[in-house]
């Protein structure tokens, strides 16, 4: 990545905001407003929100920032967190600056200037003081970059004009600063010492190599309100211990000066803050508070680097900061990722490293659905066209994964579970690609307490009769009196999922599956057939009721697929089955994006349905 202003032709210059990143989604002409962690703004910035839907778009996701702007067209910070907090978002301005999704097409792969063009007419044809478009400058980046220095501002944005549109950091995008600021991570403080309401001073560090490297002490930049506020939010997080890698704080003379007075802190609290240099020992220089950053997560954190422009010019000494992460690039949330670059999807380029992000992403919504369960790992060494291997015993060591009792599969080695995301993520180093899992928990391994409905369309059938064949099942299983939901499979066909009970037997759910399938198939021939087999199910949907068998598993809701695209099995509502463009219309790449758009869960009401099978075989005539 480069570290200067660039001097080609094919980049433009944006101002660099000082707000918060927003992603704005519209559907069906509603707004909602998302930060990049994921969290929803919609009512914090209600007024903003409508002012969005004032762009009369019906569907969308648009990128941008929002800021307060001062009297002098300086932005202010501080003034933007109060008109958040207090709910005055009449002072807020949105500068929109991409537009990945308009109209239901997805311009994520269309070059910058093209979707900035779009988008630009979106905003002009009705202006809105409130929603603005971030204008490129028509001048070469040094010289915005000097022009902004001069003007005492904090930098510019550098963006190459053919690049696709990246969600992640991404090496088409440059932060040009022009003096040394940056995000710190808060790791202990002292009291002011003639105020224990106040601080003295605070601990900073950044994450290299998975651990929280101490960089120095700042004691500086903070009114007395702000010292206080620190010093109620600090000692709220208080630990017994230093969040520091061991030793870090050793190499620091400020620390040994104030050894037995720090107080050490959960690592959540994540500061902007301007500073002279670096030391050669790695410390800060001169460091100075700007205030709290609620945008960032904290282990996203790692040292800036910095570098003179490549031209000497007169006027004031500019410098400008690339991000730009001296961590080691293969750590995702602490697991080292061996051969990163590996390319598991040729269709894609995707690689290993794109696949152990995407489960970092998305752990807090498959872990639900992992935990306590056994599960069979599919494993690609050579990627997806390569020799793919089916694991559901441990015969090799994987960080974190739970080895359940043997006694739960007699004569084999011990089942396996996933209940943490070290363990999700181990497994995804080892080559993981599919997580599978079965229809029992580990403590009622012979009572399942779900059944699953595979529709697995032969060849020749479209995807308008997979959906069909879907809601056809549906209204079956509403008749007997089952509540069930869907997901897709991120392969050829759905999902339908019917939560139970643990109380019947695993030949009981079987059969009780097969029966409906059957009724299915003599009740609606030319759609269905029972009997599994290529050559049976030409032009056909084989409801796949083996799902069911003792021991058999099925693809797990958000994990990946192996096959080309890598699809992913993603949780739908039956009001958006006839939406669904396809059963992989997820996948590593998108579905992340997807989910913090998704206000309700579709499956809320997943385990809150446990239901017997009792009144429904007596409707279908079905004796286990």
């Known amino acids: 990545m480069s570290k200067t202003p660039p001097t080609s032709d094919g980049w433009s210059v944006e101002a660099k905001f000082d707000g918060y990143r927003v992603l704005a989604r519209l559907s069906k002409g509603r707004a909602r407003l998302i930060t990049r962690n994921g969290n929803d703004w919609t009512d914090k910035l209600a007024s903003v929100a409508k002012a969005v839907e004032g762009l009369g778009l019906a569907e969308g996701w648009l990128d941008g920032e929002i800021v307060v702007l001062k009297d002098d067209g300086g932005q202010d910070f501080n003034a933007l967190q109060n008109a958040i907090d207090h709910a005055k978002n009449e002072a807020i301005t949105y500068f929109l600056f991409d537009a990945p999704y308009l109209g239901g097409y997805d311009l994520r792969a269309v070059p910058l200037f093209e979707r900035r063009a779009v988008l630009k007419a979106v905003v002009e044809r009705k202006p809105n003081p409130r929603i603005r478009f971030s204008d490129d400058f028509p001048a070469p980046p040094a010289e915005v970059l000097e022009a902004a220095c001069a003007m005492k501002l904090e930098g510019v944005i550098v963006k190459?004009?053919?690049?696709?549109?990246?969600?992640?950091?991404?090496?088409?995008?440059?932060?040009?600063?022009?003096?040394?600021?940056q995000e710190f991570v808060i790791g202990g403080y002292t009291d002011r010492s003639n105020s224990t309401k106040e601080i003295g001073n605070l601990f900073l560090g950044v994450y290299d190599g998975g651990q929280l490297r101490y960089v120095g002490a700042m004691g500086t930049g903070w009114?007395?309100?702000?010292?206080?506020?620190?010093?109620?939010?600090?000692?709220?997080?208080?630990?017994?211990?230093?969040?520091?890698?061991?030793?870090?704080?050793?190499?620091?003379?400020?620390?040994?000066?104030?050894?037995?007075?720090?107080?050490?802190?959960?690592?959540?609290?994540?500061?902007?803050?301007?500073?002279?240099?670096?030391?050669?020992?790695?410390?800060?220089?001169?460091?100075?508070?700007?205030?709290?950053?609620?945008?960032?997560?904290?282990?996203?954190?790692?040292?800036?680097?910095?570098?003179?422009?490549?031209?000497?010019?007169?006027?004031?000494?500019?410098?400008?900061?690339?991000?730009?992460?001296?961590?080691?690039?293969?750590?995702?949330?602490?697991?080292?990722?061996?051969?990163?670059d590996r390319v598991i999807d040729p269709s894609t380029g995707a690689t290993k490293l794109d696949l152990v992000r995407y489960y970092d992403s998305v752990a807090e919504f498959i872990l639900p659905h992992l935990k306590g369960r056994p599960v069979s790992l599919v494993r690609g060494p050579s990627g997806i066209g390569g020799e793919l291997f089916f694991q559901k015993h441990m015969d090799a060591k994987i960080a974190g994964v739970t080895v359940l009792d043997a006694k739960l599969d007699p004569g084999h080695a011990p089942l396996i579970?996933?209940?943490?995301?070290?363990?999700?993520?181990?497994?995804?180093?080892?080559?993981?690609?599919?997580?599978?899992?079965?229809?029992?928990?580990?403590?009622?391994?012979?009572?399942?307490?779900?059944?699953?409905?595979?529709?697995?369309?032969?060849?020749?059938?479209?995807?308008?009769?997979?959906?069909?064949?879907?809601?056809?099942?549906?209204?079956?299983?509403?008749?007997?009196?089952?509540?069930?939901?869907?997901?897709?499979?991120?392969g050829k066909g759905l999902h339908v999922v019917v939560p139970l009970s643990p109380s019947a037997d695993g030949d009981t759910v079987k059969g009780f599956s097969q029966a409906v399938v059957q009724h299915l198939a003599t009740t609606v021939p030319d759609r269905f057939v029972a009997k599994s087999g290529p050559s049976n199910r030409v032009g056909k949907i084989f409801v796949d009721y083996l799902r069911n068998g003792h021991g058999a598993t099925t693809a797990v809701a958000f994990s990946a697929r192996a096959r080309p695209g890598l699809g992913v099995s993603i949780p739908v509502s039956w009001d958006a089955l006839d939406a669904?463009?396809?059963?992989?219309?997820?996948?590593?790449?998108?579905?992340?994006?997807?989910?913090?758009?998704?206000?309700?869960?579709?499956?809320?009401?997943?385990?809150?349905?446990?239901?017997?099978?009792?009144?429904?075989?007596?409707?279908?005539?079905?004796?286990?």
């Open 160 to 181: 190459r004009r053919d690049a696709p549109y990246a969600s992640t950091r991404s090496d088409t995008w440059l932060k040009l600063k022009c003096s040394l600021r």
């Open 223 to 340: 009114s007395l309100a702000t010292a206080r506020e620190l010093k109620q939010k600090l000692q709220k997080r208080e630990i017994e211990a230093t969040p520091f890698e061991t030793g870090s704080t050793k190499q620091s003379r400020w620390t040994k000066l104030v050894a037995g007075t720090e107080h050490w802190v959960r690592p959540d609290l994540v500061a902007e803050v301007s500073f002279a240099e670096w030391t050669p020992e790695g410390h800060l220089r001169h460091a100075s508070f700007q205030r709290l950053r609620s945008d960032k997560p904290p282990r996203s954190i790692v040292r800036e680097e910095a570098s003179e422009p490549p031209t000497k010019q007169k006027g004031p000494v500019m410098k400008a900061v690339a991000s730009k992460k001296t961590a080691d690039q293969r750590l995702v949330s602490g697991i080292k990722v061996s051969s990163p």
């Open 417 to 490: 579970a996933i209940d943490t995301k070290e363990a999700l993520l181990s497994a995804a180093q080892f080559n993981t690609i599919e997580f599978h899992t079965w229809n029992a928990t580990a403590r009622s391994i012979d009572k399942p307490d779900r059944m699953v409905f595979d529709l697995d369309p032969g060849e020749g059938v479209s995807w308008a009769h997979v959906q069909e064949a879907a809601a056809l099942t549906h209204t079956m299983l509403d008749e007997l009196g089952l509540v069930s939901f869907l997901k897709t499979s991120g």
């Open 580 to 624: 669904l463009q396809s059963s992989s219309q997820w996948t590593i790449a998108s579905a992340r994006d997807y989910l913090p758009f998704e206000k309700f869960d579709p499956w809320a009401r997943y385990t809150k349905s446990r239901q017997t099978l009792t009144v429904a075989m007596k409707r279908l005539c079905f004796k286990p």
